[in-house]
């Protein structure tokens, strides 16, 4: 379980493919000096184990289905990632709930800063997310937790502080990147509850 609060960057060192299917990721974080074999970590939101660590250098084994689903298969050495561990009994809970189980991915349509803060407008958004997005509800996106502002057809805006901006991997992104969407844990229940429910 996580907050959507990133406590770190990464950078990527490597990404390996595996000898059948799969790739082997490598990120470089002060965050993994004090990291432990095994430890869950949000990568971009997206929950993976530490299989392997050294200094700062974590490594993580990735599924195919994780590479075909999430943005982790778009990253190059060189690129930043939000990195996130997951929550003790003893840390504060800010943000909303997140899994760290990516439901879809949307294109940045537009980036545009206006006044001190920065619009973010998402396309592509898969359909059957749309239900679990409400005007001030939660969101995470590449494990940022967010509050929605606008939705209209597969589209999303999201306004953005200038702490955020420089806080996360948000900063290096640019219009047409792919992003990690976990809709909110209560809606996803809610609108499965109410599927099930007899006419």
């Not at 994780?66 to 060189?78: A, K, S, V």
Request: hydrophobic share 40%; proline share 5%; net charge negative.
């Amino acid at each position: 379980m996580f907050t959507g609060l990133v406590q770190s960057l990464g950078e990527i060192v490597a990404k390996t493919p595996r000898a059948n299917d799969g790739a082997r990721l490598s990120i470089k974080s002060p965050l993994f000096a004090q990291t432990t074999l095994g430890a869950s970590i949000a990568v971009n939101g997206c929950c993976l184990t530490v299989t392997e660590f050294k200094d700062q250098v974590a490594h993580f084994d990735l599924l195919a289905e994780t590479l075909r689903l999430t943005n982790l298969g778009d990253l190059q050495p060189g690129n930043l990632v939000n990195l996130e561990p997951s929550l003790t009994p003893s840390d504060r809970m800010g943000g909303h709930f997140v899994t760290g189980h990516i439901d879809g991915t949307a294109k940045i349509k537009s980036w545009q800063q206006v006044g001190t803060d920065w619009r973010l407008d998402l396309d592509e958004i898969p359909l059957p997310l749309m239900p679990h997005l409400v005007n001030k509800g939660c969101i995470a996106i590449d494990g940022i937790s967010l509050t929605v502002a606008e939705t209209a057809q597969q589209q999303l805006t999201i306004w953005i502080i200038p702490h955020t901006l420089q806080a996360t991997n948000l900063h290096q992104r640019r219009a047409g990147d792919r992003v990690n969407l976990e809709t909110d844990l209560l809606a996803k229940y809610t609108a499965k509850i109410l599927q099930s429910r007899p006419v």
